[in-house]
Nanobody, 113 residues
Framework: QVQLVESGGGLVQAGGSLRLSCAASGNIFRLNRMGWFRQAPGEQRELAATITSVGSTNYADSVKGRFTISRDNDKNTVYLQMNNLKPEDTAVYYC???????WGQGTQVTVSS
């Protein structure tokens, strides 16, 4: 089994920064993709950013230039550095791991105007 444990959410003012972390444990394939998705109230879950085990990244247009995804393969941990946060970034952020389509429990990010 695979477990994903997220941390780092919270309340921040617009323009501020937060760093999310997600640690994966269990039977993890060496070649994988980890990422962050987010879900605002009343909205569908959407991609924020992903990164493969060889470092290829993908970002949603809405976060490009503000968010940076990175990972530490030795620790099976993925990070999301979020800068210049906007109220529309408010959502529950979920960590995801492929293959297997595993999900974390989610961490709340709230950006006040």
């Amino acid at each position: 089994q695979v477990q994903l444990v997220e941390s780092g959410g919270g309340l921040v003012q617009a323009g501020g920064s937060l760093r999310l972390s997600c640690a994966a444990s269990g039977n993890i394939f060496r070649l994988n993709r980890m990422g962050w998705f987010r879900q605002a109230p009343g909205e569908q879950r959407e991609l924020a950013a992903t990164i493969t085990s060889v470092g290829s990244t993908n970002y949603a247009d809405s976060v490009k230039g503000r968010f940076t995804i990175s990972r530490d393969n030795d620790k099976n941990t993925v990070y999301l550095q979020m800068n210049n946060l906007k109220p529309e970034d408010t959502a529950v952020y979920y960590c995801n791991l492929l293959p297997g389509d595993y999900w974390g429990q989610g961490t709340q990010v709230t950006v006040s105007s």
